[in-house]
RNA sequence: ACCCCUGUAGCUCAGCAGGAUAGAGCGGCGGUUUCCUAAACCGCAGGUCACCCGUUCGAGUCGGGUCAGGGGUACCA
């Protein structure tokens, strides 16, 4: 249950026409919940604005409002009634359902199966993997998926690349094309195939694209993210998908030839250009397997497609999503996620990707440095649209400023107070709200009940970091009340409600943290 | 030239759909432990929200422009 949408309902039924905002009250101000509809109205009808606010203020009332103050230049703040909160705490279970089990689809990182994943791709993991918990977790049924890229130019360039290197295991000179992947994480690769005895072109090309798949999914494994389907392009070839999609858009009059090539129309549908399908040497391009890829992943019964992308894929999101258009589809059925560039800092300094120096480039690497509940937990403290800067040197820090244990830290305290404390089992806490009045518990109440609304903005913006946020406030009203408020007393009462309300709070944390793909140890 | 992201405290960033005296973490300074985990808590210092114009009762938030940083503009992915 949320205060914030039963506040929302209840003005909704007095003011039927208006649009109403609820918000949260400033820390220092008096209330929990305020409105601006006052402000709002006042500016419509030319009145003033307190006098219209004392006048709707008197018109509302409700159990759970223990008091409605109008505050200058004409808010109306809503002050939840202690005993409410409490009683919502120890009898909600802070589950709601906004998705009504609608399937999405997330796909994400699906790295080009041409080397290493590198720490972008770690931040799409952590991101995308969080997202499809918090979606879940909302009542949508969602899924994850990896989609490789085997079929296209950049495997054949792989291929030859290897080809090159295995050449020059022969003690010939390695001839790598200009444009062809020229990093020495090759030569390992090469080795495996000659001692196999692997030499057609077709068969390396098989061979590394294996290599790499494996090498992404044991990565991804070992940092937590695992995915419902991996799903080759070269699958969706096979269905013959691709000539299909070719021959819908040809029948629909969106293909047309220019230069030897074939185009479709996509500026007609938002695109800045028309784009090529078809090359002059008749290979598809990217988009037109893409396309089909999307449909396939519609006929799938996915009513929404999330599509996570590095900044580098930025220009495409206007030609996939004109194509859809083209073929019917409502632009809103794909969602595309820009995350944003991720720069590792060192001694306050920016690092650079070299390859040199034993520099961190791999995903691999990193979390040989860093445990990876520390990398997820960093990726989401921002949100997706911001250049994100990794500490190393914060991240490194098994101690005091690293976020991560402040949040962690905050459960294994109260699992700790939880083992210590006498056994309470048969009789439950008193719901009413008579043995929770400090405030420092008030405090951690209302940071508690917050939780559906926090996870209802993350889901309704796709930006786990919110998430992130809300975990550390939470962690922080637990430490507050730690600090003044004893659990374990003499009081039979407060002790059990007391522990009743930390088990809550750990419950919570948990949950939040399961969302994130973080883990969340009972003792550290 | 055009497109996308970013510009808020010394540093890294929040600020949700325009609202109240702009927040947090880290760093700095100063305190707290006979007490359930000090990986914690409390206090202090620190701001022309890049700049200009506009819309509005009200702008860090919306619109236009300027400047700065990053990314992108393939018959590669």
Request: glycine share 6%.
């Amino acid at each position: 249950m949320m205060i914030r949408q039963e506040l929302k309902s209840l003005l909704t039924k007095l003011f039927p026409r208006d649009d109403i905002v609820i918000n949260q009250v400033p820390k220092d101000k008096e209330g929990d919940y305020s409105t601006n509809l006052a402000l709002i109205r006042a500016a419509r009808d030319k009145s003033r604005p307190l006098d219209v606010a004392r006048d709707i203020a008197k018109k509302i009332e409700h159990p759970m409002i223990q008091a409605v103050t109008v505050h200058p230049p004409g808010f109306i703040n809503f002050e939840i009634s202690r005993e409410y909160l409490v009683k919502l705490l120890f009898t909600d279970d802070f589950k709601f359902d906004i998705g009504s089990g609608m399937k999405i689809l997330v796909e994400f990182v699906s790295a080009n199966p041409t080397g290493p994943l590198n720490i972008v791709s770690a931040r799409a993991a952590a991101v995308g993997n969080a997202l499809v918990n918090m979606l879940n977790a909302a009542g949508f049924a969602a899924a994850s998926e990896y989609y490789i890229n085997d079929s296209g130019r950049q495997t054949e360039l792989l291929a030859e690349s290897v080809r090159q290197r295995l050449i020059e295991l022969d003690g010939g000179t390695a001839e790598i094309p200009r444009e062809g992947y020229h990093g020495e994480y090759l030569v390992g690769l090469a080795r495996e195939i000659k001692s196999k005895d692997i030499s057609d072109l077709g068969e390396i090309r098989e061979y590394a694209v294996q290599y790499f798949m494996n090498d992404h999914r044991r990565v991804l494994d070992d940092f937590g993210v695992t995915f419902t389907n991996w799903i080759r392009e070269s699958s969706i070839r096979k269905k013959g998908y691709v000539e299909n999609v070719l021959r819908m858009l040809e029948e629909k009059d969106l293909v047309y030839s220019r230069d030897g090539a074939r185009w479709i129309r996509t500026a007609q549908f938002g695109d800045k250009d028309d784009r090529v399908l078809v090359t002059r040497d008749e290979r598809y391009t990217y988009l037109l397997p893409d396309i089909a890829y999307h449909l396939d992943k519609i006929k799938r019964d996915y009513r929404v497609l999330v599509d996570i992308w590095g900044p580098d894929h930025q220009a495409q999101i206007k030609s996939l999503q004109s194509s859809l258009v083209a073929l019917g589809y409502k632009a809103d059925i794909l969602k595309v996620l820009i995350v944003q560039q991720v720069q590792l800092r060192k001694n306050g300094k920016v690092l650079k990707m070299s390859k040199r120096a034993g520099a961190i480039e791999t995903l691999d690497d990193l979390l040989s440095q860093v445990p990876r509940d520390v990398v997820k937990f960093f990726m989401l403290m921002r949100s997706n649209s911001q250049h994100l800067d990794f500490d190393l040197d914060l991240a490194v820090k098994q101690t005091e400023e690293n976020p991560v244990y402040y949040v962690q830290y905050a459960h294994a305290r109260i699992k700790s107070i939880i083992r210590k404390a006498p056994q309470h089992d048969d009789v439950p806490a008193d719901v009413t709200g008579r043995y929770i009045t400090e405030p420092e518990e008030i405090a951690l109440v209302k940071t508690i009940v917050k939780y559906p609304e926090v996870l209802e903005d993350a889901v309704r913006t796709y930006e786990p970091y919110m998430i992130t946020y809300y975990l550390i406030d939470l962690a922080r009203a637990f430490h507050y009340f730690y600090g003044t408020c004893r659990v374990i007393g003499d009081d039979q009462n407060v002790t059990r409600a007391r522990i009743a309300l930390i088990q809550k709070t750990a419950d919570i944390l948990q949950r939040g943290m399961n969302v994130l793909g973080v883990s969340c140890p009972d003792r550290m």
